[in-house]
């Protein structure tokens, strides 16, 4: 039987490739594809001697570093479902996925693994093993004595990779089900529609806990044999320091508006490049034009879900229109309107999509897996598109109350619910206003009862200790009721006009 384990494919790659080197980092330190190999190889036995089994998830919640590439490389190998986590997310986020996906393993920073550790045991985990900032830890001590020759496991096409947590428009997560397929068969086509080829050089900073850091960026370099340039985090003027030795950089808006306000970026430290991609969030036109004008390069924009990984891209070789996310990939699309028919081109409806892409169902939620499914097969991404007269699709908006500051999804719902909670406050509401540098931001509207005397910073703190920082809000506004409809549905327009100071 054919092995359809993604790793076979990044296999052949790098025996191929041998010693030269698959990570470079801006200390100078490198690792070869044989060293990347023989690690993963070491991790891989050491994680099925813990007694984890193919099916088993491994939940890892640690920093950037070659060693966390690695530890997910081995998961692949032995069978095991890769879930990372946002190093951002606090304990009582981690709990909810614990609990909800029960891993065998959980991976964490060594000073998480106490405050962490009732928490797994409550979830059922059996072994809690530590990844640091420098790549070090008890993951890495134990794995030390293992050999390096590991047999990849076979894996169906349609055996479970990776489990990624989208937030929920009710607010609870979903664990989107990523097969070996859906991986290897988005990768393929990335590759080959962005011209990636072995000489390339692919500048990475981008988290590695989401698609596109993960998925997007770091399997073009896989199945390409690539060097890849990886800084800790994203920062402009490391990037721009390094930008000389690459040929292809991926990034969310925000990182193109940062480079953009930086003197030092120029068409002379460009002048390697071949491809500059953006998306998870809607690039603006005056970024894009920005872009070209200071570097030469006009930015590639895709767009996609963690369900799906890419779904349409502007081409690599064709005009590259601001504003717009293209043409489909290789996945079957149509725009849906409110009565559940096609719309014509040129109106708004929500894109469906079915493909070899399109992720197996939410873990153990297999009534929402069959909501956001049609009968016949396509899945409902509730982006609004509008298809534009040279057959460009521009995405116009969302059906799902969610807010993107910087990449990151933020669904309102969370932080309602959970400001509802708060000691004095009656209800809240929130939205998304514009932002300049993390494109939106998170505002929240909340009514007192009266009871207690609250100002802005008490509501943030009560966020900010609960939940992931990109989830505080930015701003909070103190109203005395909330506007609602004749059918008593909170008019979240009118609260971004507000929050803009445009009523
Ligand atoms: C950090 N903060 C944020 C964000 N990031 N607030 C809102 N939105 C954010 N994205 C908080 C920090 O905690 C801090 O709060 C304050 O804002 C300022 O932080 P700063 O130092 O400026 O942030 P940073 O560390 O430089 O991070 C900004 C960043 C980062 C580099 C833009 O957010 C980032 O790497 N984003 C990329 C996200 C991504 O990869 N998305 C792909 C999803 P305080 O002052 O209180 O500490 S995959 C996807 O969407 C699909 C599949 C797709 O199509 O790709
Ligand atoms: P996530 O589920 O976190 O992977 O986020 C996926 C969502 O990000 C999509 O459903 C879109 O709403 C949004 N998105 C991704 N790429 C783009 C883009 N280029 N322009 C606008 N929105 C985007």
């Known amino acids: 039987m054919e092995n359809n384990n993604l790793y076979a494919l ?29 690690a993963s190889g070491r ?68 000073k998480d693994e106490q405050p962490l550790s009732a928490i797994a045991s409550e979830a059922g985990v059996d072994t809690i093993l530590t990844l640091d900032k420098a790549g070090l830890g008890s993951l890495i001590e134990k794995a030390e004595s293992y050999p390096e020759y590991f047999e990849t496991v076979s894996r169906a096409s349609d055996d479970l990779a990776a489990i990624l947590y989208t937030s929920g428009t009710t607010g609870r997560s979903k664990g989107a089900m990523l097969t070996h397929n859906n991986l290897s068969s988005n990768a393929k086509t990335l590759v080959k529609g962005w011209a990636f080829e072995q000489k390339d050089v692919l500048l990475h900073a981008l988290p590695i806990f ?10 073009c370099a896989f199945l390409s044999g690539n060097k890849v340039i990886f800084l800790d985090k994203f920062d402009a003027d490391t990037v721009i320091e390094q930008l000389p030795k690459a040929s292809v950089f991926m990034g969310v808006p925000t990182f193109y508006t940062r480079l953009l306000d930086s003197e030092k970026l120029n068409k002379q430290s460009c002048k390697n490049m071949r491809l500059f991609t953006a998306g998870s969030a809607p690039l603006l036109e ?18 996609g879900m963690s369900e799906a990984g890419m779904i349409t891209s502007n081409p690599y070789a064709g005009d590259r229109i601001a504003g717009s996310v293209g043409f489909p990939l290789d996945n079957d699309v149509r725009v849906v309107g409110e009565d559940g028919k096609v719309v014509a081109d040129g109106e708004i409806g929500i894109l469906e999509i079915k493909g070899p892409n399109v992720f197996k169902g939410y873990w153990q939620m297999p009534e929402k897996t069959a909501s956001e499914f049609r009968d016949d097969g396509y899945f409902i991404t509730g ?46 509401a929130v939205v998304g206003r514009p932002h300049p540098d993390f494109g939106e931001a998170v505002v929240a509207f909340v009514i007192t009862d009266g009871t207690e005397r609250i100002v802005e910073a008490d509501v943030v703190d009560f966020v900010k200790n609960k939940l992931a920082n990109f989830k505080v809000p930015k701003q909070v506004f103190f109203l005395s009721e909330l506007p609602r409809n004749t059918m008593g549905k909170v008019q979240k327009n009118e609260l971004r006009n507000l929050a803009e100071g445009r009523s």
């Open 10 to 38: 990044f296999d052949t790659k790098f025996t191929a490739r041998g010693d030269q080197t698959a990570f470079e980092l801006p200390s100078g330190k490198s690792y070869s594809f044989s060293e990347i190999s023989a």
């Open 43 to 110: 991790f891989a036995n050491f994680l099925t001697e813990t007694g984890a089994k193919p099916g088993d998830r491994v939940a890892v919640q640690v920093h950037k570093t070659v060693e966390a590439v690695i530890l997910y490389l081995a998961c692949l190998r032995a069978g095991l479902v890769y879930l990372p986590l946002n190093t951002a997310y606090k304990s009582a986020e981690i709990e909810y996925f614990l609990t909800d996906a029960s891993p065998s393993i959980l991976v964490c920073d060594p």
């Open 210 to 219: 989401h698609v596109h850091g993960l998925f997007v960026a770091l399997h």
């Open 286 to 303: 005056e970024t894009f034009n920005d872009f070209t004008r200071k570097t030469g390069h006009v930015i590639l924009e895709r767009y």
């Open 383 to 428: 982006d609004m598109i509008r298809k534009d007269d040279r057959g460009y699709y521009r995405i116009v908006g969302r059906s799902k109350d969610l807010i993107i500051s910087g990449g990151y999804n933020v669904y309102p719902k969370e932080i309602e619910s959970y400001l509802d909670e708060m000691p004095g406050i009656l209800e809240s």
